[in-house]
């Protein structure tokens, strides 16, 4: 069977979506309507007083919306936040249980806020039966939350499914669940959606499994594995919660992204997932809902046809500066012709992490940083090496850097082969636990220029005699890349 091209649905860009792409996070917001608070399946880790665990953290849904109320907020807050890019529907219920809210409100956007992208997460077991809808409301990014492709494990998940009118039970429920979830992923790969897995990670029920469920979705075309986990405690009443099910450490769940990051194939390990609520507002990690209340947003007058411009501006600008930063990394990564290969006990190369958000200047906290910019840099000029996730900011305050203790461990780890970090600005303590472990800060740049500052900063470096590169730092030309 021809597949077609992921862009043959108008709107299925992962480019813009903060889900998709690790890098929009950083520039675009989503908004989740509560307009589905109906469900047909039964999930151990629910109990319906919540949002859905699969797109959220517990926390009841603030508002629930009618599909009026909903396009009243959605634009509202695409007013408000020019920077919005995606409208999505993930609960608290699951959305193709509520079909006639959700898609009124898809086809009332498509007229009023046509730019905005549509996504929608489900648990599948209706999807068969909405793609052609999905599709004609350009529904170009859908989540399927498949925990298992094992019945026997499903039915550990859940107790019971409403399917065709009658509620099954066990494993003949999960099985039904499962290959409605199948077979409804490969319905969308090939209408050219693109379509992101969800997994709970449920220690002892599933964790064993999900290199499997990773390799099954892969195979099928998905473009996104997130998996995220369990969330348990007796305070929120669901069956796992009350039973004792335990959440999985955040060990458990690095380890098995990490498994199924290093499988070959084109599906990505999502690692930058919020477990968002069903009616979250902003950037991923941000929830601005309190200023959109129903009341808030009844009292606003919004231009909405303004609207779609001042975001049209601001998606221009980010990526105009996006494409710039992809142009500055890919001609720092290849060395020009006049890169020369030096004597090796001559030319130490410098490793050196950057503080950015842009690639372009050194303007990153160094407590709020996600990713380390890491460049070798010799008499030769800069290479750009790559970059370095962190999984956890050092400083999750607004102004000061909090309890960062336990993170600074990840940022050690991240930057343990760098001689210099160059950041914006950094606290006291971060300094000297970055000094003691032999990384210097810098953040004498802020604001500068990295590419023109990498060669001052390496003459400096060695002209100070290398007083700060360990042995393990100073590499020679032939194994940085230049040969
Ligand atoms: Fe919402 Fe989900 Fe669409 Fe994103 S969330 S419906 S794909 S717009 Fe994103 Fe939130 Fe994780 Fe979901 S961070 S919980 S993956
Ligand atoms: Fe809850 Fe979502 Fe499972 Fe339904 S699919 S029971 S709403 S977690």
New binding site residues.
């Given amino acids: 069977m021809e597949l077609m091209s992921p862009t043959a649905i108008a709107g299925a860009s992962p480019s813009l ?4 792409s690790e890098q929009a ?1 950083r520039h675009f917001a ?1 908004l ?1 309507l509560a307009v589905a608070p109906k469900c047909n399946i039964q999930c151990h880790y629910c109990n319906r007083k919540h949002d859905c665990a ?3 953290r517990p926390g009841v849904v603030s508002e629930l919306l009618t599909p009026e109320q909903a396009v009243q907020k959605t634009l509202a807050v695409g007013s408000a936040i020019p920077h919005l890019a ?5 609960g608290p219920g699951d959305p193709l249980a509520n079909p006639e809210a959700v898609f009124a409100v898809f086809r009332a956007l498509t007229e009023k806020a046509p730019d905005l992208t549509l ?3 489900t648990n599948g077991l209706a999807l068969p039966d909405h793609i052609d809808e999905l599709c004609q409301h350009h529904v170009g ?1 859908v ?1 399927i939350t498949i925990n298992c492709i094992d019945p026997d494990i499903g039915a550990q998940i859940y107790p019971w499914i409403v399917w065709q009118g009658c509620r099954l039970r066990g494993r003949e429920a999960a099985e039904v669940l499962i290959a409605r979830q199948l077979q409804g992923l490969d319905l969308l790969v090939e209408r050219g959606v693109l379509v ?1 897995i ?1 997994s709970v990670l449920i220690p002892g029920v599933n964790d064993q499994h999900l290199v499997e469920v990773n390799r099954v979705v892969k195979a099928k075309g998905a473009f996104l594995h ?1 998996i ?1 986990p369990l969330i348990s405690r007796p305070e929120h009443g669901t069956h796992y919660g009350k039973t004792g099910q335990r959440e999985p450490t955040d060990a458990e769940l690095a380890a098995l992204r990490e498994v199924c990051a290093s499988e070959d194939g084109e599906t990505g390990v ?1 690692k ?5 609520r069903a009616d ?1 507002v902003g950037l ?1 990690g941000q929830d601005r809902g309190a200023e959109f209340t129903l009341e808030k947003v009844a009292a606003l007058s919004v231009d909405w046809q303004a609207a779609i411009a001042k975001r049209a501006a601001v998606r221009t600008a980010v990526e105009q500066r996006l494409a710039m930063q992809a142009r500055f990394l890919q001609s720092a990564a290849r060395p020009s012709g006049t890169v020369r290969r030096l004597p090796t006990s001559a030319a130490p190369t410098l490793r050196v992490a950057v503080g950015s958000t842009d690639g372009q200047t050194i303007n990153a906290h160094f407590g709020h940083v996600r990713e380390f910019l890491i460049y070798d840099v010799s008499p030769s000029g800069a290479q750009w090496v790559e970059r370095r996730p962190l999984n956890n900011r050092y400083c999750n305050g607004p102004t000061t850097c909090g309890d960062g203790n336990a993170t600074l461990p990840d940022a050690l780890e991240a930057l343990h082969d760098c001689t210099l970090l160059l950041c914006a600005r950094i606290g006291f303590e971060p300094w000297r636990a970055l000094q003691e472990a032999g990384i210097q800060p810098n953040s004498e740049h802020a604001l500068e220029s990295i590419t023109e500052i990498l060669p001052a900063v390496y003459e400096k470096w060695r002209k100070s005699g290398q007083r700060d590169a360990t042995p393990a730092n100073i590499r020679p030309m032939a194994q940085s890349g230049f040969a």
């Fill in positions: 979506h903060p889900c998709y996070h989503r989740h699969n797109e959220s995606v409208v999505g529907i993930a996504c929608l997460s990014h989540t992101k969800n997130n995220v999502m930058h997932c919020q477990q968002c979250a991923l």
